[in-house]
């Protein structure tokens, strides 16, 4: 060790060192043009055999695959063999993809559909040879021997022994799940390595004197320490507890919980152990529980996330609170707990005493959460965002105070028999709304955030406008070519509706085809064409196909024999077939579609454009909802930046026109309502249906239309509620006064257009 240090802080023999790294004597080379690929389970094996590039799966998903460095000694199984490096990161490809060193110079990953997704960039850089070093750098070279690339300088969430990481390099968490993707470790110009959650919450820093020009270094004895570049003294170190033993393998690593960890192989026990860690204190990691609640630190030191407040059956914390709560809210108090929000980190700090300290909050409209300290100074820290993490320990002097409303129930849950979704006892709908809406808008901004980051990394994946083969994909839509779309619509010859045509597809199978705006992102388009093809529902209208080329973006759906919903309520003899009954069984047959948008896919879709034109009736005029998804894309906000709560509102306005056969009615909302709560229900439905309604299914039809109206969108029921009402198994209470029908759903749409902004400026 103490040889090590010394051969170290000798600017001469650590610049030895380094060439020595760099130049070793032995190679293990990768001529040009060599390629590995997913089918063949390949590798390039360094000399000493420590290390390999191969693809692996580290998916949970079937089928997708990365290409990586890993460690591949025989000693350590291969569950352990830890991966090291991947290129770019967390690109994950199909089973059809390959890994080539062009002979260009290049090393470029090609998807299953053959496009770079990767590629080092080192085309027109005189690159001659390739070769994974023994201390895992893959490193290319020219024929000088002077590297052009390697990956050392390109690191993912791992720094090896001999690794250095400069100031304008970082090594970021993988993605466990979406709070952890922001986790990173860098050093700013002032030398000081700090773990941060986004760019400017820092919750670690390197107590280190503030010097410029440093980089961070593993060595091989398990330190990680700061360099001084010019004369390479050490200015900083910390060491793992297995410091001074004899070990054959090490690396740092940022985890998915975003702790910064050395770990070191153990032979005895054949498993990898963490000889170091950066937060000793897990919960102290910013938003270690994000979005599920309060951080715990068990007895033996792991940190257990614990819902305080509610919680959904599926582990969601829910929050009790919500903005604007009506006086006669009550505060609840969490003693040795301290809470913070996330978005936005900061609140108002007031000096005050602890009691006032409550009644602030509770005074304050807009106060969800308040946390008392003294530390010496009484201070009460106010929250005002609905996104509260936090920590608690008996240790703790802090005590939190929770903004808890009292509201009206949209539907009584102890009534329903067998319901789909089991919750907690007590449980308030809106609270749960309020909550789920929080969560899923953290959820929206974390993974436009994350795209975008993505974007931003990654724009080397950006693909080419391409692919005009036509052909089943790996999800049974057919893409087609502009020409191809041409053909089946014989030159567009028949218009159905605007943007819309009818075409036949060479099997005579009918189809309509609806042309969307050129500008869309090419990638957004296909992450929603796959999205949506791969849903299917009885109440869906299937999509059969796509056209992505160029300027030219077309969805091929399958063609529903009888029009759309609007055409029969329009129409004064189609709309006789719409019956009462029909009528009831097509609000159904929408709310079931809707319901499996929402809750019953892999992820949640939102419909975003629920409206009678896109309600199509089938042959036996059955409701089947159409153009799901691509309301969003078509417009300029990214895809699913719509919420569950606007498609809810869409369909309390579906079924009053449905019931009513208005479709331009102004104040259609507050007629109807103030017709219903005068008594005279009978009033709102359609004239024209033979027969009337049924007074009771009327009844609770009209309150769960009202309930989904509600402006403020927390009171609105889940669409499993509305499916359940809809069913006769949940009742319903009477709503109080919706007015969430007109200009209000416009506001709505505009604020979800800022909240995307905002989110991409964060
Ligand atoms: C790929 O090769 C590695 C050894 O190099 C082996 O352990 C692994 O099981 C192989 N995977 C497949 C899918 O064959
Ligand atoms: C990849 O790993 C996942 C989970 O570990 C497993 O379910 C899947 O079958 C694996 N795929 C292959 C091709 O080995
Ligand atoms: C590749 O993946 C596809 C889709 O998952 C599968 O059908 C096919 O059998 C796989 N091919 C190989 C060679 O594993
Ligand atoms: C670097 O981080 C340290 C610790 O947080 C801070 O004191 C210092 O001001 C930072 N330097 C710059 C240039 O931001
Ligand atoms: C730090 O590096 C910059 C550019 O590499 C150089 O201009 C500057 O003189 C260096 N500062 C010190 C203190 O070495
Ligand atoms: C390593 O061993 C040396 C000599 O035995 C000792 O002085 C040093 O403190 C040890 N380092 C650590 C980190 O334990
Ligand atoms: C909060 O409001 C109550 C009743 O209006 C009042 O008595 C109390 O002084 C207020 N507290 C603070 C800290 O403003
Ligand atoms: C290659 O260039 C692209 C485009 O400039 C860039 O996004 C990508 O990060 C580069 N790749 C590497 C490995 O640096």
Redesign the pocket.
């Known amino acids: 060790m103490l040889e090590q240090k010394c051969y170290l802080r000798s600017p001469l023999l650590l610049c030895v060192f380094i060439c020595f790294l760099l130049y070793p004597a032995v190679r293990a080379e990768i001529p040009l043009g060599s390629k590995l690929s997913v089918v063949d389970n390949g590798s390039w094996v360094s000399k000493n055999g420590n290390f390999a590039i191969g693809f692996f799966n580290i998916s949970d998903e079937p089928n997708q695959y990365s290409v990586g460095i890993r460690f591949n000694d025989e000693s350590i199984p291969y569950s352990q063999q830890t991966v090291v490096w991947t290129?770019?990161f967390q690109i994950v490809v199909g089973n059809m993809s390959y890994f080539q060193f062009t002979t260009n110079g290049e090393m470029v990953l090609f998807d299953d559909e053959g496009m770079s997704l990767?590629?080092?960039?080192t085309s027109n850089k005189g690159v001659a040879s390739a070769s994974l070093l023994d201390n895992g750098n893959l490193v290319l070279m020219d024929r000088e021997q002077k590297v052009i690339?390697q990956s050392f300088d390109?690191p993912g969430n791992t720094l090896l022994p001999g690794q250095y990481l400069s100031c304008d390099s970082m090594l970021r968490a993988a993605t466990k799940d979406l709070v952890s993707s922001y986790y990173s470790l860098s050093m700013n110009v002032s030398g000081h390595l700090m773990l941060r959650w986004e760019s400017n919450i820092p919750y670690w820093t390197s107590e280190s004197p503030s010097v410029s020009n440093l980089t961070a270094y593993l060595t091989n004895n398990g330190a990680l320490q700061l360099l001084d570049k010019s004369s390479s003294n050490v200015v900083w170190s910390v060491f793992g507890d297995d410091h001074n033993e004899s070990v054959n393998y090490r690396f740092l690593r940022i985890d998915v919980d975003g702790n910064l960890r050395l770990y070191s192989w153990v032979e005895a026990s054949q498993s990898w152990r963490s000889v170091w860690q950066a937060v000793e204190n897990q919960c102290k990691v910013f938003a270690t529980c994000g979005k599920h609640g309060v951080c715990v630190l068990s007895p033996s030191g792991t940190a257990d996330c614990v819902c305080p407040f509610e919680q959904t059956d599926t582990g969601t914390c829910l929050v009790p609170y919500e903005q604007k709560c009506e006086p006669g809210s009550t505060m609840m108090t969490y003693s040795n707990t301290h809470l913070y929000g996330i978005y936005p980190v900061d609140g108002p700090v007031i000096i005050s005493s602890l009691h006032q300290c409550m009644q602030i909050c509770q005074n304050d409209s807009r106060c969800t959460v308040a946390t008392f300290s003294n530390d010496g100074v009484p201070q009460c820290s106010i929250k005002k965002s609905e996104y509260i993490t936090g920590y608690s320990d008996p240790s703790l002097s802090s005590v939190s105070f929770v903004k808890r409303c009292s509201l009206p129930f949209a539907v009584n849950p102890t009534l329903g028999s067998s319901p789909p979704t089991k919750r907690a006892p007590n449980f308030c709908v809106p609270c749960l709304i309020g909550a789920a809406s929080g969560t899923c808008f953290i959820v929206v901004i974390l993974q436009l955030g994350f795209i975008f980051w993505i974007y931003r990394?990654?724009?080397?994946?950006r693909r080419k406008d391409n692919l005009a083969s036509a052909g089943a994909n790996s999800k049974g839509l057919v893409a087609l070519s502009f020409s191809e779309i041409k053909s089946l619509t014989e030159n567009f010859k028949d218009q159905i509706r605007p943007n819309m045509f009818k075409g036949m597809l060479p099997n005579k199978f009918p189809v309509a085809i609806k042309e969307l705006n050129a500008s869309i992102d090419e990638r957004k388009f296909r992450s929603a064409v796959l999205k949506i093809g791969s849903i299917h529902h009885r109440n869906l209208v299937k999509l059969e196909g796509y056209c992505c080329e160029f300027n030219h973006r077309f969805l091929v759906y399958e063609y529903s024999k009888n029009g759309s919903l609007d055409k029969y309520i329009d129409d004064s003899t189609l709309c006789k077939k719409l019956t009462w009954r029909k009528r009831v069984d097509i609000c159904s047959s929408v709310a079931k579609a809707i319901n499996y948008l929402h809750s019953e896919c892999r992820e949640f879709i939102s419909h975003g454009n629920l409206k009678c034109e896109n309600v199509m009736l089938d042959g036996n005029l059955e409701a089947k909802v159409s153009e799901a998804g691509f309301a969003i894309v078509d417009g300029e906000a990214v895809y699913c930046g719509v919420s569950a709560e606007r498609d809810i509102a869409d369909f309390g306005k579906l079924v009053l026109t449905l019931l009513t056969g208005c479709r331009d009615h102004i104040d259609l909302c507050e007629w109807s309502y103030k017709e219903w709560i005068e008594g005279n229900a009978a009033n709102v439905i359609d004239k024209r249906i033979e027969g009337g309604a049924n007074s009771n299914e009327l009844e609770r039809i009209l309150r769960i239309a009202f309930w989904c109206l509600q402006g403020d969108e927390r009171r609105r029921p889940s669409m499993v509620e509305v499916v359940r009402v809809l069913d006769g198994t949940l009742s319903v209470d009477p709503a109080p006064p919706p007015f969430s029908c007109h200009r209000p759903l416009l506001e709505e749409s505009e604020t979800q257009q800022d909240n995307v902004s905002e989110s991409e400026i964060q």
């Open positions: 290129a770019g990767w590629n080092s960039n690339w390109d990394r990654r724009n080397s994946t």
